[in-house]
């Protein structure tokens, strides 16, 4: 099998990168490297059957000459960063919703079928149903989340008129080795920068769930691999939220830090478009046999201490 992956230089793309070449897959990434970094792939980079192409999916044209002989495309590629869409209006919908739509045309010119999507949690807005199952649907609040669902409603509908199935994953925040930004990242250094205190977004009792990478690239090939619908669409996240005072704890806890104050800017959010509360509906993908490995908690940890191994030096106070 030869595989697309778009964004597979990112933090998840590149994980899934490991499990496919370890797999047996051929491997063919493309990634404008913004936010990639090829040093997540250099563990593979002598391997014959990976290829790295550094491209735009905005460039409809260069993908048409990638794709040529691939089987599957795992489209990973987005632009994430719901507080930078506040400023910009136009990255959502330039790098998620016309990226995608310039993969679709170029799976139709190659005759590739299958796509299996990289979609989010954030598409259920502040869901008044929880745990919220896949066909529920809510108010978007943030541009992100719309153009998340906007990029699955397209697909959705080219399975009717060219021979496309589409796998969608709406995840919940995925951390792990490799993870450059969210609140691990930040806290981490804040920290660094000032052991005494630490700013926190929000009030901290947002609620959230942690999913270790390794389970949400696991999961991806369990649902790739079982469900056989046209359009199939799963939720991946854990069975038990964290609240941010507690993620705080953690990082606290694995610099080896004591008596830090602790600021909270206020309000129920991190941010606008930040959901309070997710808790996913995860019942199709468990009927599915996917079960997770890691907890959220041992995965808050293990990304601090990636995070730590990556600054120099580390602190040691306690």
């Given at each position: 099998?030869?595989?697309?992956?778009?964004?597979?230089?990112?933090?998840?793309?590149?994980?899934?990168?490991?499990?496919?070449?370890?797999?047996?897959?051929?491997?063919?990434?493309?990634?404008?490297?913004s936010?990639?970094?090829?040093?997540?792939?250099?563990?593979?980079?002598?391997n014959?059957?990976?290829?790295?192409?550094?491209?735009?999916?905005?460039?409809?044209?260069?993908?048409?000459?990638?794709?040529?002989?691939?089987?599957?495309?795992?489209?990973?590629?987005?632009?994430?960063?719901?507080?930078?869409?506040?400023?910009?209006?136009?990255?959502d919908?330039?790098?998620?919703?016309?990226?995608?739509?310039?993969?679709?045309?170029?799976?139709?010119?190659?005759?590739?079928?299958?796509?299996?999507?990289?979609?989010?949690?954030?598409?259920?807005?502040?869901?008044a149903?929880?745990?919220?199952?896949?066909?529920?649907?809510?108010?978007?609040?943030?541009?992100?989340?719309?153009?998340?669902?906007?990029?699955?409603?397209?697909?959705?509908?080219?399975?009717?008129f060219?021979?496309?199935?589409?796998?969608?994953?709406?995840?919940?925040n995925?951390?792990?080795?490799?993870?450059?930004r969210?609140?691990?990242?930040?806290?981490?250094?804040?920290?660094?920068?000032?052991?005494?205190?630490?700013?926190?977004?929000?009030?901290?009792?947002?609620?959230?769930?942690?999913?270790?990478?390794?389970?949400?690239?696991?999961?991806?090939?369990?649902?790739?691999q079982?469900?056989?619908g046209k359009?199939?669409?799963?939720?991946l996240?854990?069975?038990?939220?964290?609240?941010?005072?507690?993620?705080a704890?953690?990082?606290?806890?694995?610099m080896?830090?004591?008596?830090?104050?602790?600021?909270?800017?206020?309000?129920?959010?991190g941010?606008?478009?930040?959901?309070?509360i997710?808790?996913?509906d995860?019942?199709?993908?468990?009927?599915?046999?996917?079960?997770?490995?890691v907890?959220?908690?041992?995965?808050?940890?293990?990304?601090?201490r990636?995070t730590?191994?990556?600054?120099?030096?580390?602190?040691?106070?306690?």
């Amino acid at each position: 099998m030869r595989a697309i992956v778009t964004g597979g230089a990112g933090f998840i793309g590149s994980h899934l990168v490991d499990r496919l070449l370890h797999d047996g897959y051929s491997v063919t990434v493309i990634d404008n490297m913004s936010c990639g970094h090829i040093d997540n792939l250099k563990q593979h980079l002598e391997n014959p059957r990976l290829t790295v192409h550094t491209v735009d999916i905005r460039d409809g044209s260069q993908l048409d000459r990638i794709f040529e002989g691939h089987d599957v495309v795992f489209h990973m590629a987005a632009h994430a960063n719901i507080r930078e869409s506040l400023a910009d209006h136009r990255s959502d919908l330039e790098n998620n919703l016309i990226g995608t739509i310039n993969i679709l045309e170029s799976m139709i010119k190659n005759g590739i079928q299958d796509l299996v999507f990289a979609s989010t949690s954030a598409i259920y807005g502040e869901a008044a149903v929880k745990p919220t199952p896949e066909d529920f649907l809510s108010v978007q609040t943030s541009l992100y989340g719309a153009s998340k669902l906007a990029c699955e409603a397209y697909a959705q509908a080219y399975t009717e008129f060219a021979r496309i199935k589409v796998w969608s994953f709406r995840f919940a925040n995925v951390v792990g080795e490799r993870c450059r930004r969210g609140v691990v990242w930040d806290f981490v250094h804040k920290l660094l920068n000032n052991p005494s205190e630490l700013e926190i977004l929000g009030d901290g009792k947002q609620s959230k769930e942690y999913l270790y990478v390794k389970d949400c690239v696991s999961g991806m090939m369990v649902g790739y691999q079982q469900a056989s619908g046209k359009v199939n669409t799963l939720n991946l996240g854990v069975p038990k939220q964290t609240i941010v005072d507690r993620v705080a704890d953690i990082v606290i806890d694995e610099m080896r830090l004591a008596d830090v104050k602790r600021i909270y800017a206020g309000g129920q959010r991190g941010w606008i478009g930040d959901n309070p509360i997710v808790e996913l509906d995860l019942d199709q993908i468990r009927k599915l046999g996917w079960k997770l490995q890691v907890s959220s908690e041992e995965a808050i940890r293990r990304t601090t201490r990636w995070t730590l191994d990556q600054e120099v030096p580390i602190l040691t106070q306690k």
